[in-house]
């Protein structure tokens, strides 16, 4: 709507905020029943037409400032909606949901009765529009999720849809404001009749067209169970109370009707429109998330896994230099879990690229997506992997055949670009986000494989040894992160720094299912390029589980079920992980045979090891009984200490070991304010103990400190 | 510096195998232990006691040894125990979970009973 957009553009030179458009809104709607109450106690009136020009422009300044609320809310929303999208929606969909029962609750008892209102003494029924405004707030809130869901899943047809609806809102607008305003003022009935004939047309062919549109439901299919039922449930009962309201209120002979049309005449229109485009929209969710029984989701996971693990395998084993056989490999094992009707490797030289792999294709058809304009300046310009949604909207392509959606894998050394996997599909927008997760953790697996062949091939040749190993150090920084996200009070630091080359300790701040932010660090068994494989493995794996677990039981478990049967018997994996349950200070700590995690609690200092066996060594039967887990609520100030072995078991040239104690001793005799703080001491610490001698075994330290405040202790 | 030297002994009782290790088992000195484990299978030996008792340090790389050769030990009707484990030993074995998939006793008397039954 183009009125939206000028809203915005109009309340923010203006510079209205979000906060007060909203009390704009309540302040007008507030004025306007006063004045409904007041005109008609004083002149009295009854039908919809009187007092045209008081409605008009009431009405008016409250849906315009209704709307531009409602912009901030979409653009707002927009961008969590694309990164998370299956939560956001059925929690949006809750929320229509109880809005939908509450006003089918409030419109119920005038069901095929319009005479309730006229029942009412006369100056007290303007009351009774009140209804009409909250189906009017409903159907605004409705036309937001719509909108959202439009632009979130768009595809280039979708997009068509999204201004044809426009179109006929505004239309609707017209129509009511406009024309019938003509009507009922100069008695011109001309132009109304045909608005009202046009917008029936309209009504009809947007209900069709929501119902055959190429909405892209996949999505549905890869949600999990739980939320799968809930989208279910939920859809379910919205059909049927959207279809109810919407059949009342359009028509005549019932309450609602009247309630909406006491604001404005014909005003009904506007809650008609987005509950019938709400009511199909809600049924073919329904239709989707029944359509596949099998679940998907955990199949292509499984899958996922296994390649991420297979090829990790693969590269400990193949000992290969050979760059062309490596980046075949990483080809076939791409296309065995996001699928392309065709695409190619690209290796570039100089100023030239040479293809070394087709697959489904020839030079042409390669050369033609070459002379797209912007298509070279694209892959030159990205650092991860990244999707074309459709290539003939957002480029300008030469050729006909170069249509569909592309997606670039470029693949590096030693920080130089050196060519770029290509994929594409015919289909427009066939790539989704998930797949794009998934490529960007390959891209993470493959960037160590470069490295690895990378180090063989020093072997040979020794004098590169230095600066190629700095390159893999690079990569592993990009493992391991090098800031934490903000978390409402908490204050988190971490460091890991490898005694060698390459570490094989591991930590990270992930979000568990619901968004639990969870704190990891690990230890792989080993030393080496080996450990760092499988620490790539380790987190490939743990991002692609992460938000279908919800607890870190859960988590560890299920990394354990998929480790044990598939890394080497001599490789195991420690594992701790605390989740930040609430901003109140609880938290829920796992440990699977990681050292213990030092605690400092009301100034009391403990080293808290509840039960848990190394990831990997057993199976799951066995793992699974010996775990369990410690639940505890911090206060202010209070410390959790998680560190790996090669701090307690540092030694010094007297050979003495750091142990448990020097490190208790750290968090009693100081009071940290922030986790940094910790870190930085343990620092100073490990310089006196070690004499600033070099390390001998890779050293990972995490620090969270609780900044909140508890009331009741 | 520290001598960072791995000594094996091994010594046969009957139908089990008594391994004494003795320094330090890191990556460095691993394959030496995983070398001497294989040539007691080799022989026909399933059932292995490690004594611990002069063991100074044990890294995750050395843990992988034991891990490597238990199924293959089970399999065969035999098993891997410990015994000689002092108190820090035994507090690494038991957060890596060790004290679950391996049977430790002090008592190497008892393990020796426990394989002839």
Known sequence: ?713 | MQNNELTIISSQDNDICIVQIIGYLDAHTAPALEKEIQQIIDKGFSKIICDCSNLEYISSAGFGVFMEFIEELRTNGGDLKFTGLNAKLKNLYELLGFNVLFEINDDIKILKEKFTN
Request: proline fraction near 3%; charge should be neutral.
């Open chain 1, 1 to 713: 709507m183009k009125v939206i957009k000028n809203v915005e553009r109009f309340s923010h030179l203006l510079n209205w905020s979000k906060k007060q458009l909203l009390i704009m809104a309540s302040a007008f709607l507030v004025l306007r029943i006063i004045g409904d109450f007041v005109l008609s106690s004083s002149f009295g009136y009854f039908s919809f037409e009187d007092n045209l020009l008081w409605k008009f422009i009431t009405t008016f300044l409250i849906i315009a400032t209704a709307t531009g609320y409602l912009s901030y809310l979409l653009k707002n929303d927009l961008k969590e909606y694309k990164e998370n999208f299956s939560e956001k929606f059925s929690e949006d969909l809750y929320f229509l949901l109880l809005l939908y029962v509450i006003g089918f609750a409030l419109s119920f008892p005038n069901f095929n009765d319009p005479e309730l209102f006229r029942k009412a003494s006369l100056p007290y029924y303007v009351f009774f529009q009140i209804i009409g405004w909250y189906l009017l707030a409903m159907s605004f809130f409705t036309i937001n999720l719509l909108f959202k869901w439009l632009i979130a899943r768009k595809t280039k047809r979708t997009n068509a849809n999204l201004k044809f609806f426009k179109i006929v809102f505004a239309l609707i607008l017209f129509h009511i404001f406009i024309s019938s305003g003509l009507q009922y003022l100069f008695g011109w009935g001309a132009l109304s009749d045909t608005t009202n004939a046009i917008i029936q047309i309209l009504f009809w062919a947007s209900g069709i067209l929501m119902f055959f549109m190429p909405l892209n439901t996949n999505w549905v299919k890869f949600v999990q169970g739980k939320e799968k039922r809930k989208i279910f449930w939920y859809s379910t009962i919205l059909v049927i109370f959207a279809y109810t309201i919407t059949q009342q209120i359009g028509s005549s002979d019932s309450g609602i009707f009247f309630s909406t049309n006491q604001i404005f005449p014909k005003l009904n229109l506007l809650v008609f429109y987005p509950t019938l485009l709400f009511t199909i929209f809600s049924f073919r969710i329904l239709v989707a998330s029944r359509a596949r029984k099998g679940n998907l989701a955990d199949d292509r996971r499984n899958l996922e896994i296994l390649t991420l693990s297979n090829f990790n395998r693969y590269i400990l084993e193949a000992n290969t230099t050979n760059r062309q056989q490596l980046h075949h490999n990483f080809m076939d094992a791409i296309l065995s879990i996001v699928p392309a009707d065709f695409g190619w490797i690209e290796e570039y030289t100089n100023h030239n690229y040479e293809i070394s792999y087709f697959h489904n294709t020839n030079i042409q058809a390669i050369q033609n997506f070459h002379s797209v304009d912007g298509f070279d300046e694209f892959i030159q310009r990205i650092e991860s992997p990244e999707i074309i949604n459709d290539i003939r909207d957002e480029m300008i392509p030469v050729d006909e055949f170069v249509h569909g959606s592309v997606a670039i894998i470029p693949l590096f050394e030693q920080k130089q670009k050196i060519g770029a996997i290509v994929l594409c599909r015919y289909e427009d927008y066939a790539y989704d986000i998930e797949e794009l997760q998934f490529l960007r953790t390959f891209a993470d697996n493959m960037a160590v494989a470069v490295a690895n062949s990378l180090l063989l091939e020093e072997a040979i040749e020794k004098r590169r040894y230095q600066m190629e190993l700095m390159y893999a150090q690079n990569i592993q920084k990009k493992i391991i992160p090098s800031k934490f996200p903000e978390i409402a009070n908490y204050s988190i630091a971490g460091i890991s720094i490898p005694a060698n080359e390459l570490g094989g300790d591991y930590f990270d701040l992930i979000h568990l299912k619901g968004g639990i932010p969870t704190i990891l660090i690990g230890d792989v068994s080993g030393k080496g390029v080996s450990s760092a494989l499988y620490l790539a493995e380790l987190k490939g794996i743990v991002l692609s589980i992460a938000d279908s677990v919800s607890t870190p039981i859960e988590l560890v478990t299920k990394l354990n079920a998929i480790l044990y049967p598939n890394i080497e018997k001599q490789i195991f994996i420690t594992l701790s992980a605390v989740s930040l349950l609430d901003d109140s200070g609880n938290i829920n700590y796992i440990r699977a045979g990681h050292t213990p995690l030092m605690i400092k609690q009301n100034n009391v200092v403990r080293s808290v090891a509840p039960k848990g066996i190394a990831l990997g060594l057993a199976s799951p039967a066995i793992f699974n009984n010996n775990l369990e887990d410690y639940v505890t609520r911090l206060n202010h100030l209070d410390v959790c200490f998680l560190y790996s072995d090669g701090l307690t078991e540092m030694h010094n040239l007297q050979n003495t070991e750091f142990g448990y104690k020097r490190i208790m001793d750290i968090l009693n005799n100081n009071n940290f304010q922030k986790a940094q703080d910790l870190i930085d001491n343990t620092f100073g610490e490990i310089s006196i103990f070690k004499n600033d001698q070099k390390l001998k075994d890779d050293l990972t330290l995490v620090s969270l400190i609780y900044l909140g405040k508890n009331n009741a202790e």
